[in-house]
């Protein structure tokens, strides 16, 4: 079974801080995603890796920044958190093979 | 403009009961349609995956149905549970020269009651 895990199931920041969400994957997926989701508005991309130290901005990447050393993390840092950043984050995982997008079990944010 | 638009928003039903969650898109060029369930504070769960050439595809009590020329896609969901109770999201993926896109609806909430 794939098994995508991220860092923090809840986490509560201060304005200004820097933010660390880290999401590990072990099915050597080349691909990987950050979405944040927020009621009426669905999932949207911020950004997303389909190889070691590559990454591709999404619909929604500022304010946002990612890093992937290695192939099975990929962690999304905000700079500075702002309110306007609270939010449920995820992370997702794609096989090139068939397309599959596995997720994992989110990070509620809030920054207050 | 590539669009997935989901209905009802939100759907209220009895246990035991069958329901019907709707999909339409406006995606171009179209490469397959998805259907995830999430439950509440988790990550979403895929349920099917249908390309093109399927129309129907099954998962237990969830029956996938997909009509590409209408661009329509439903999911019937048979003899509903509490734990159904869960919001769906139909994924459409966007295929081309320039690389694959992943088009999201906004989802539907299903509450099941007793």
């Known amino acids: 079974d794939v098994k995508v895990t991220q860092s923090s199931r809840y986490l509560v920041k201060r304005t200004g801080e820097k933010v660390f969400l880290e999401c590990v994957q072990d099915m050597d997926h080349e691909n990987m995603f950050w979405y944040r989701q927020d009621p009426g508005l669905g999932l949207r991309l911020i950004y997303f890796?389909?190889?070691?130290?590559?990454?591709e901005k999404g619909d929604i990447p500022e304010g946002y920044s990612v890093s992937r050393e290695k192939k099975e993390r990929f962690s999304l840092i905000l700079e500075s958190a702002s309110t306007n950043q609270t939010s449920m984050y995820l992370c997702a995982t794609r096989t090139s093979a068939t397309y599959e997008q596995y997720f994992g079990p989110g990070t509620r944010l809030t920054v207050t | 403009k590539n669009q997935v638009e989901q209905s009802p928003q939100s759907l209220i039903i009895l246990e035991g009961k069958n329901c019907t969650l709707q999909?339409?898109?406006?995606?171009?060029?179209?490469?397959?349609l998805r259907w995830y369930k999430q439950d509440t504070g988790r990550g979403p769960v895929s349920l099917t995956i249908?390309?093109?050439?399927?129309n129907t595809k099954s998962n237990g009590r969830y029956t996938a149905t997909l009509d590409a020329d209408t661009k329509q896609s439903s999911l019937h969901i048979t003899a509903s549970q509490l734990s159904d109770s869960a919001s769906y999201i139909c994924?459409?993926?966007?295929?081309?020269?320039?690389?694959?896109?992943?088009?999201f609806g906004k989802g539907t909430t299903l509450s099941v009651s007793s």
């Open positions: 994924v459409v993926m966007r295929a081309n020269q320039a690389g694959t896109a992943l088009i």
């Open positions: 890796s389909y190889d070691v130290k590559m990454k």
């Open positions: 249908m390309t093109f050439s399927e």
């Open positions: 999909c339409n898109y406006t995606v171009s060029p179209f490469s397959n």
